[in-house]
């Protein structure tokens, strides 16, 4: 199964800041990529498909890049609803997987 | 409203059986590939299986082969998950998902969009 290693696992920022995540595959992925954000006690949402492809009505701070094993989830401008837990997945092959997850506060 | 509820999640023993479901509401459930996914704290969020449009393909995460059974009745909008020989390392908060997959030119992606509340399973003596 392919590895996905996410970084950092927290993160602590301040509102307005410039936040990054990032994924890193255990072989190359292509783009085929996607980030969740998962808030307390709800089901994880989906940010971003195909690597880079925003889903509508995400606000336009969240962007993705990447391809073949490195990955990129930036945040702009951070706000104080985006404190959450960030997830990436790969649906490259099977079996699914997902990073273990970045949690990102606001100071 | 497009939605997802699940239901069936509860406490069993360990190598006891439990069927979980899934009632879709306000889309057209015929057209998507359906997944479960589960998590719990030590082991993150995991994708557990898939079924196509009309159930004639399945995928599993290894873990789970040959124990669990994904399902879905069309008719009555509905996806399952038959876990048997459950296993302590199954307890988790599964989830009902709906793969919106992307189609472009050359390349289909997957994009969870629409996510159940979640059904919590319990295995424990």
């Known amino acids: 199964a392919i590895q996905m290693t996410q970084s950092p696992s927290s993160l602590s920022a301040s509102v307005g800041d410039r936040v990054t995540i990032t994924c890193r595959a255990s072989q190359n992925i292509r783009n085929d990529l996607g980030w969740y954000q998962q808030k307390s006690g709800k089901a994880p949402e989906l940010l971003i498909y195909a690597s880079s492809s925003l889903k509508s009505g995400v606000p336009s701070r969240f962007s993705g890049s990447g391809s073949g094993t490195d990955f990129t989830l930036t945040i702009s401008s951070l706000q104080p609803e985006d404190s959450a837990s960030y997830y990436c997945l790969q649906d490259y092959n099977y079996p699914r997987t997902f990073g273990q997850g970045t949690k990102v506060e606001i100071k | 409203e497009v939605q997802l509820v699940e239901s069936g999640g509860g406490l069993v023993q360990p190598e006891g059986s439990l069927r979980l479901s899934c009632a879709a509401s306000?889309?057209?459930?015929?057209?998507?590939?359906m997944q479960w996914v589960r998590q719990s704290p030590g082991r993150g969020l995991e994708w557990v299986a898939n079924?196509?449009?009309?159930?004639?393909?399945?995928r599993y995460v290894d873990s789970v082969k040959g124990r669990f059974t994904i399902s879905r009745d069309n008719t009555k909008k509905s996806l399952y998950l038959q876990m048997n020989s459950l296993r302590a390392e199954d307890t988790a908060v599964y989830y009902c998902?709906?793969?919106?997959?992307?189609?472009?030119?050359?390349?289909?992606?997957?994009?969870?969009?629409?996510w159940g509340q979640g059904t919590v399973v319990t295995v424990s003596s």
């Open positions: 079924i196509n449009q009309d159930g004639g393909a399945q």
């Open positions: 306000g889309f057209n459930f015929n057209n998507y590939w």
């Open positions: 998902v709906r793969d919106g997959e992307v189609v472009v030119p050359g390349a289909v992606y997957d994009a969870y969009d629409i």
